[in-house]
């Protein structure tokens, strides 16, 4: 069973467009997060949600824009698609907030942008 | 500024040798501090998590310490196998904060 998933594992789009990426998690935790990895494989945290509220917006331009439907999904929607929004995106979940408590991971979205 | 630095930034060992990787932080005041493992193309998974008055923590082959004085942590790797190739990541929490600060990593690579 997938603890957390991600779909699609590959997104290649153009310049411009608008595209989602959706996250559920079925660990029955009430936070989740996205992270975007870079080329160099550094690891920055973009958005948290807890209990479907936003806890952390890390200066992320307001292109990206996240949604909780409800504590098991976080989707991310990205408009307007620029060149370096090309990255591995991560969502990972953990039962409560704060640094004690693990994140578990999901696969990553490779998002290429042309 | 909060900072996590992690060396070497590339490791390359031969299956069945030791290794040791080293975290270097100024994350202040400190919470606690992960170590987590990356395969290629799969994401992070936490191998142990060290609190303040933690000095060593071990998970199977793979121990971690940590010196709060010198704000120094390592992990140090046991008879290194062929599925130990990867990156990894330490992570500090700050006390009072929900952000973690992510170190760059340490890709290590284990030959046969």
């Known amino acids: 069973d997938t603890a957390v998933s991600q779909t699609p594992k590959y997104l290649v789009t153009q310049m411009g467009n608008d595209k989602s990426i959706k996250c559920e998690q079925n660990l029955g935790h009430d936070t989740m997060y996205w992270y975007k990895q870079d080329s160099k494989k550094f690891l920055k945290i973009m958005f948290s949600?807890?209990?479907?509220?936003?806890?952390i917006n890390e200066t992320v331009p307001n292109r990206f824009s996240p949604k909780s439907p409800d504590k098991a999904h976080l989707n991310l929607h990205i408009n307007s698609l620029e060149l370096g929004d090309s990255a591995v995106y991560f969502c990972?979940?953990?039962?409560?907030?704060?640094?004690?408590?693990?994140?578990?991971f999901g696969p990553g979205t490779r998002l290429t942008v042309l | 500024k909060n900072q996590v630095e992690q060396s070497p930034q590339s490791l390359i060992i031969l299956e069945g040798k030791n290794c040791t990787l080293q975290c270097n932080y100024t994350v202040s005041p400190f919470s606690n501090l992960r170590w987590y493992k990356q395969d290629t193309g799969r994401g992070p998974v936490s191998l142990t998590i060290?609190?303040?008055?933690?000095n060593t923590k071990s998970n199977g082959r793979y121990t971690a310490t940590l010196d709060a004085d010198t704000k120094q942590s390592s992990l140090h790797i046991t008879a290194s196998q062929l599925s130990d190739s990867a990156s990894y990541i330490c992570?500090?929490?700050?006390?009072?904060?929900?952000?973690?600060?992510f170190g760059r990593g340490t890709s290590l690579i284990v030959h046969p």
């Open positions: 990972a979940s953990s039962q409560g907030t704060g640094g004690m408590n693990e994140q578990f």
């Open positions: 992570v500090v929490n700050k006390g009072g904060s929900y952000i973690p600060t």
């Open positions: 060290m609190t303040f008055s933690e």
């Open positions: 949600y807890n209990n479907k509220e936003l806890i």
